[in-house]
């Protein structure tokens, strides 16, 4: 169930049908990369900078190369916590396109199926920006475990697989059942969506793959939703 969610959601993204959402999807993403980057490296400067600067003028001159050294070190540091952000800034772009994403789904691959109702703007702005805390909270918590070999990358993918799979699946089923019918449903199938949640976490740690994460999850969950209700789409691969 899970593993044929995946395959039909991969074989959507290359579709003519989602090919707007496509480039709406990764112009939005590469600009709130760009952003939390400039944020976290003004941050950075202005918070740890001085500091180490004004410990440079104490040191001998021949250890002057640490200031290089530390700046590559920063460099480093900084490219980590944005790789990092990469789960909450998928998770507040969905907001803005899993209804788009699950129209093309749903009138594609379930044609003889009602079309779902779409979030309000504003519901679906606030329910994101409230998630956009929680996965920035639950990367930070994998972050911390960095220091304890073996337990970073399982850290990351539980966080997002936990995460990630819960909001991407209440989006889906939120067109069916509204907020607390989709938080009963991803309840009672908590196990699954989990496991799914995994899968996009995966999806996720692919360089420049990840960028397409949105996408992916969205179409990814909207086939989920189905088959836990007993849905099935038309055969995809046929046209």
């Given amino acids: 169930m899970i593993l044929t969610a995946a395959l039909n959601a991969l074989y959507r993204l290359p579709t003519p049908e989602f090919r707007s959402v496509l480039w709406k999807s990764l112009g939005l993403t590469f600009l709130a990369l760009i952003a939390f980057w400039a944020l976290i490296r003004q941050f950075f400067f202005w918070l740890a900078w001085p500091w180490f600067e004004s410990l440079l003028p104490a040191m001998p001159d021949w250890t002057s190369w640490l200031g290089l050294l530390a700046a590559i070190a920063a460099g480093f540091v900084l490219a980590l916590l944005l790789a990092f952000l990469i789960a909450p800034v998928t998770a507040l772009i969905a907001g803005l396109f899993l209804d788009d994403v699950a129209e093309i789904i749903e009138r594609e ?128 691969n046929s046209h």
Avoid: C, W
């Fill in 109 to 236: 691959d379930y044609s003889n199926q009602p079309i779902g109702t779409p979030m309000p703007i504003g519901r679906s702005l606030v329910y994101s920006l409230k998630f956009l805390v929680v996965v920035i909270l639950g990367n930070l918590l994998a972050l911390a475990m960095l220091l304890i070999p073996g337990v970073n990358l399982i850290a990351f993918f539980i966080v997002n697989g936990y995460l990630l799979g819960r909001e991407f699946f209440e989006f889906a089923a939120m067109r069916y059942r509204g907020e607390d019918g989709a938080k009963a449903f991803r309840e009672e199938n908590r196990i699954t969506v989990f496991l799914g949640g995994m899968v996009i976490a995966g999806f996720m740690a692919i360089p420049l793959l990840n960028l397409l994460t949105p996408l992916f999850a969205a179409a990814m969950m909207v086939h989920l939703h189905k088959a836990l209700s007993g849905q099935k789409p038309r055969a995809i």
